[in-house]
């Protein structure tokens, strides 16, 4: 039984008397919830705002891996967007452009060009010329600003500033070099060059290293050595492997396959792994008797022609160098951690008179490497980059054989 007297409600039952002033008359508690109500309509907001979220910082690099911009990105539908300042710093400081916000065009001039956009479609129609690009994603509005999709640096930079573009996606990377800078001159073409790929162990009893999932070294490092081996038929490049198939081969038989193929660069290629989960990365080496670790009892006893045969070896070291250099370029494009090199005594490069790198992908036995290493996509970039460096490599050298102006 209740009654009514001055706006206050009387209740006989205590306990509903409780209940009744806490829902009803407590201030703090209906300003918290207030308070609750808007930060969740703000975080409502947020993710229906186009669900744009922001992005690491997109990198602009050069042929040598030397920044050139550090532009800021968002990320909307799975696409990477960059602002039109960003386009004005990477491809013409003098550009300009025009929004038209009703009807949501843009107008870039640069170059000498003119290119209309429209927001939301991806074709970009280029003036005088008349020249249509379809980007693979559309510009879109981001916080009333016109963005310009990722799209639009790696299809249209080649076209304006006569580079080619390699784009890595996971570290938000673009590197831009001159066309052809690195294509072999025509004083030793790429068919006087026979590269040796040696894919590291093979056979049943020879597996390699062994990850958790069963990934074994021999086949990862032969699937990449015969990537890298395709990547080359078209440039007319002579590269040959020590081994095609699952198949154990000796270091002599390796040495065989180099020397009957009178090779020029040997690329051998493997897997590390450690007691440590930690260590990861890739790592490059050369064979130097006079590395690291040294060995002086054991050298001082060897034979007189084992003390040639490591003389020998060492004279290709410079060049060694040079191709281990143009390994450590390309691939720090794909690795977060730094591409090292090692000089050490190696048996792997014994006997090998030529320039000589021993390639360790990654350890097997780090979880971030291994998810990398069991990627086809991921060994498809690391041939890419590998044969990258062995065009570097040639062009540099045949630009020392070229005669010199007082030569000619």
């Not at 491809?91 to 640069?110: C, E, G, I, S, V």
């Amino acid at each position: 039984m209740t009654r009514q007297k001055s706006n206050v409600v009387y209740i006989k039952n205590p306990k509903e008397m409780r209940v009744n002033r806490r829902l009803v008359h407590h201030p703090l508690i209906a300003m918290r919830n207030a308070v609750y109500a808007l930060f969740f309509v703000v975080c409502i907001s947020c993710i229906v705002d186009n669900g744009v979220a922001q992005e690491p910082d997109v990198h602009f690099i050069d042929a040598d891996g030397k920044t050139i911009a550090e532009v800021p990105a968002q990320l909307k539908d799975e696409t990477v967007y960059l602002s039109i300042d960003a386009v004005k710093q990477v491809f013409d400081p003098a550009m300009t452009y025009q929004y038209n916000h009703p009807r949501k065009r843009l107008t870039l001039r640069m170059k000498g060009k003119q290119l209309r956009l429209q927001m939301d479609k991806p074709t970009i129609n280029i003036d005088p010329g008349g020249e249509i690009v379809t980007l693979s994603a559309p510009p879109v509005i981001i916080g009333q600003q016109p963005m310009v999709p990722i799209g639009f640096f790696t299809q249209l930079l080649p076209l304006f500033n006569d580079v080619e573009v390699i784009y890595n996606p996971s570290l938000r990377r673009i590197q831009m070099r001159p066309k052809g800078a690195w294509m072999p001159t025509e004083t030793a073409g790429p068919q006087n060059w026979a590269i040796i790929i040696d894919p590291g162990h093979g056979g049943v009893d020879d597996t390699g290293c062994q990850a958790s999932t069963g990934l074994l070294e021999k086949d990862v490092v032969l699937a990449l050595a015969k990537q890298i081996q395709q990547l080359n038929k078209p440039r007319e490049m002579q590269v040959y492997l020590t081994r095609q198939t699952d198949t154990k081969k000796t270091h002599f038989e390796r040495i065989q396959v180099a020397n009957r193929n009178q090779g020029r660069l040997f690329l051998s290629l493997h897997c590390n792994a450690s007691f440590s989960p930690h260590e990861k990365g890739i790592k490059i080496y050369l064979n130097n008797p006079k590395g690291q670790l040294r060995f002086p009892s054991t050298i001082g006893q060897a034979p007189a022609g084992q003390r040639l045969k490591i003389l020998a070896q060492a004279n290709f070291l410079k060049q060694s160098r040079d191709f281990a250099a143009d390994l450590q370029t390309e691939l720090n494009f794909l690795t977060e951690i730094p591409v090292t090199i090692t000089e050490l005594p190696l048996i792997a490069l014994s006997e090998i008179y030529m320039p000589g790198v021993v390639l360790e992908l990654g350890y097997l036995s780090n979880a971030e490497d291994l998810e990398q290493l069991s990627n086809p996509e991921y060994i498809t970039s690391v041939a890419q980059a590998v044969t990258r460096a062995i065009q570097r490599y040639i062009s540099s050298a045949n630009q020392s054989l070229l005669p010199t102006a007082s030569e000619q």
